[in-house]
Structure formats: C-alpha cells, structure tokens
C-alpha cells in the first residue's frame, strides 16, 4: 500500500483527505467520528467571539437534477452556535486524544486587530496544529467586517494574515472566496501577508430557488430568506479552475493549497491534488465511506504518476502531456498543417486577427485559394 502521510503547511497528518470546515466538524463527537472513519484531518467549524452566533432551524436548500438528485446545496447557516468556552474546551480533548491527526480551528472576528490579539493564544494553547482565517462565508456577518467582506478585499487580506502571523506562531491558513473577479489577487494578498497556505474555494452566493406559492426564496425562515452559500458537486468546476490558477500563478508559486469544492469521492481529491493543491478537503455530508476505497485503489493512481505516494503535482497536465495551458500563455501553437497536439488547450487568437483571417480559434488554414489571407 503506498504511503499517504503529508506535511502540509508544516502540519503531519496521515493522509491528504480532511474535513472541511462545515457542520460535519461543529463539535466533539462528529470530529471523532471522522477520525475514527480515518480521516486525516479536519478544520473545526468557525469559532468567534461570544455571544456565540444564533441560528436558525430552516437553514438548508437544494437544486436538484432531472431525477431529483442533488445537484448542488445551499446554507445560510452561520458560524459555531456554541460558546467560545465549550468549542476550545473540547478542541483540547480532541487533539490530547488523536495527536496524529491534523486539527485546524477556523476562526472568524471583527477587522479589528484588538479582536485577532485576544483570540489567538486562546486557541493556541489547546495545542491545535494551525489556524484557518475564514474570509470566504459569503453571509459571514458582513456588518461586523467578517467573511467575504474581508477577503473580497486584498488589503484586508493582508493586513488580518499579518496580525496573526505576529500573534500566533501556529500555521495559518488563509480561506478564499470564490465570490470575486480575479481569485489569485486574494492568493497573492494573502501570501505577502505572511500565510503559511491557502485554501478554496468557499461557498458561492446563491439562491437556488423561489417558493412561488408563498412568494419567498428557500431556505425560508417564516416569511423572510436570503442569499446564502453554494456548495457541491456543482462547484467543482469552478474550484479545480481556482486552485490550478493559484497553482500556477508565479507570484504565489510554492503556496501550500487545500482544495475544496464538490469532493464526494477520493478520485476527485485526486484531480485537486493534480492540480497543485496539498490537500483533497471535502464534506459530503460527513460520509466517509469512500477512504477504505482510497486506501486500497489509490495505487493504481500513484503508480500512472510514478510515485511512492499521493503527492501534489503542480501543474501535473502541463508537465505530462502538454494539455492544460493558460490561454494567456501558449505551450505551442497549431502548426500550419494543422497537426493534432492531443487535445490540448490553445490560445485564443484577438479577434481582429481571426477577422483578417476569417478563422475561428483552432481552425485548419486553408489550403485552397477559398479563403483570403
């Protein structure tokens, strides 16, 4: 059986699959659970200051398929519902009890550097392996400077990363919003603050649907709703383009990734990590069903790959076959007689250029006098 163990970020743990931070990993019992299912690691459900969050019971919705399978998930849930106090208590317990394991607390407080100064030794001292900033809830209490207000903003990205590299001598890890234009300047924001590692994507806004007897969007709490944060398989798409463009972005080159967004199975873990990213963290509704089929698949995997291990593979395509390209930055270009490069990606010709030539992208040049030139 290969060897699975990582060193992510400075963090050990026994295998890149950890739980993300969600209501899988809110408490004691559903962390041991995970651990005892063998997961190597989880990220503790957001904690900040007291009075804790107060949340509602009508918190969840789906989209779902033809076949009324779920497509996607949406959540206006909040962070912890639970007193500072119990969370680090029980955080304390936990690591004492499976030190081999990674344990990350997410942590989201006001902007303010007073409130990062006073949270940090607190959760320092219940031995946990590293921090993750949560600047990606895209209803993360936006009035109070938290989630996607900070990380849509890379000032603030920077500036919070760098609090609590002065505060904390623990690992942190910065968690990005898929919620703006261009993911690698919040990367990029987050690395001159001094991160030990990134993770992405968060939820994405959303609404997935409208109750059009009572007028209201779900999930409905009495009368009232709003936007709240998309996640699931839908998403994966989206989050393998976000890690592989950090991944290969020169101004962050060597930033330790944790990918998450739509894993349900170790083979999509597998296609985060050969992207570039450290880690194949995922949720799935706490079902870890799928790590024995890991554990004794994953072989067939690392031996393609050529290794001992399942390893991150930065730029994995671009350096085994050529075929994932920025389109910005062409591996080659079709040659005149239009050879087949194996399906790769190329770039996108300007439109004045394709109207001179009245060619599409990617078209064959002609070799009669059909076309004028």
Same mark, same amino acid.
């Given at each position: 059986?290969?060897?699975?163990?990582?060193?992510?970020?400075?963090?050990?743990?026994?295998?890149?699959?950890?739980?993300?931070?969600?209501?899988? *990993?809110?408490?004691?019992?559903?962390?041991?659970?995970?651990?005892?299912?063998?997961?190597? $690691?989880?990220?503790?459900?957001?904690?900040? +200051?007291?009075?804790?969050?107060?949340?509602?019971?009508?918190?969840?919705?789906? #989209?779902?398929?033809?076949?009324?399978?779920?497509?996607?998930?949406?959540? %206006?849930?909040?962070?912890?519902?639970?007193?500072?106090?119990?969370?680090?208590?029980?955080?304390?317990?936990? @690591? @004492?009890?499976?030190?081999?394991?990674?344990?990350?607390?997410?942590?989201?407080?006001?902007?303010?550097? +007073?409130?990062?100064?006073?949270? !940090?030794?607190?959760?320092?001292?219940? /031995?946990?392996? $590293?921090?993750?900033?949560?600047?990606?809830?895209?209803? $993360?209490?936006?009035?109070?400077?938290?989630?996607?207000?900070? /990380?849509?903003?890379?000032?603030?990205?920077?500036?919070?990363?760098?609090?609590? @590299? *002065?505060?904390?001598?623990?690992?942190?890890?910065? @968690?990005?919003?898929?919620?703006?234009?261009? %993911?690698?300047?919040?990367?990029?924001?987050?690395?001159?603050?001094?991160?030990?590692?990134?993770? !992405?994507?968060?939820?994405?806004?959303? =609404?997935?649907?409208?109750?059009? +007897?009572?007028?209201?969007?779900?999930?409905?709490?009495?009368?009232?709703?709003?936007?709240?944060?998309?996640?699931?398989?839908?998403?994966?798409? =989206?989050?393998?383009?976000?890690?592989?463009?950090?991944?290969?972005?020169?101004?962050?080159?060597?930033?330790?990734?944790?990918? =998450?967004?739509? %894993?349900?199975?170790?083979?999509?873990?597998?296609?985060?990590?050969?992207?570039?990213?450290?880690?194949?963290?995922?949720? #799935?509704?706490?079902?870890?069903?799928? !790590?024995?089929?890991?554990?004794?698949?994953?072989?067939?995997?690392?031996?393609?790959?050529?290794?001992?291990?399942?390893?991150?593979?930065?730029?994995?395509?671009?350096?085994?076959?050529?075929?994932?390209?920025?389109? +910005?930055?062409?591996?080659?270009?079709?040659?005149?007689?239009?050879?087949?490069?194996?399906? /790769?990606? #190329?770039?996108?010709?300007?439109?004045?250029?394709?109207?001179?030539?009245?060619?599409?992208?990617?078209?064959?040049?002609?070799?009669?006098?059909?076309?004028?030139?």
């Amino acid at each position: 059986m290969a060897d699975l163990s990582i060193v992510f970020a400075g963090i050990k743990a026994p295998n890149p699959f950890w739980l993300a931070s969600a209501p899988p *990993t809110d408490k004691a019992y559903n962390v041991v659970r995970a651990f005892e299912a063998g997961w190597g $690691g989880v990220v503790w459900k957001t904690l900040g +200051e007291d009075p804790a969050a107060v949340n509602v019971s009508s918190r969840y919705s789906a #989209h779902f398929g033809a076949n009324r399978e779920v497509m996607g998930f949406n959540n %206006i849930e909040l962070i912890t519902d639970r007193s500072l106090e119990i969370n680090l208590r029980e955080i304390t317990q936990v @690591k @004492k009890d499976w030190p081999d394991r990674a344990l990350i607390v997410s942590l989201m407080v006001p902007c303010v550097e +007073e409130s990062w100064k006073n949270i !940090l030794p607190l959760v320092e001292a219940t /031995g946990a392996d $590293g921090i993750e900033l949560n600047f990606g809830c895209p209803h $993360g209490m936006p009035e109070r400077g938290m989630g996607a207000a900070v /990380g849509q903003v890379p000032e603030y990205v920077e500036q919070v990363t760098r609090w609590c @590299k *002065t505060y904390c001598s623990l690992p942190v890890i910065v @968690k990005l919003t898929p919620n703006i234009t261009d %993911i690698r300047v919040a990367a990029r924001a987050a690395h001159r603050g001094g991160a030990d590692a990134v993770s !992405l994507i968060n939820t994405i806004n959303s =609404i997935t649907s409208v109750n059009l +007897e009572r007028m209201v969007a779900n999930p409905a709490v009495g009368s009232q709703s709003t936007h709240g944060g998309y996640c699931g398989s839908a998403v994966k798409p =989206i989050a393998l383009n976000m890690v592989a463009e950090i991944a290969r972005d020169p101004q962050t080159q060597g930033l330790p990734i944790s990918g =998450i967004g739509g %894993i349900g199975s170790w083979r999509d873990a597998a296609e985060f990590i050969a992207l570039g990213s450290g880690l194949g963290a995922g949720v #799935h509704g706490g079902d870890a069903a799928w !790590l024995p089929d890991c554990r004794g698949d994953e072989g067939r995997f690392v031996t393609l790959d050529g290794q001992s291990g399942l390893r991150p593979r930065v730029g994995f395509f671009r350096a085994r076959s050529g075929q994932y390209h920025g389109l +910005e930055v062409p591996g080659h270009q079709l040659s005149g007689d239009c050879e087949n490069r194996s399906g /790769g990606v #190329h770039r996108l010709r300007s439109l004045p250029h394709r109207l001179r030539r009245h060619l599409a992208p990617g078209d064959c040049q002609p070799q009669t006098g059909r076309w004028h030139t």
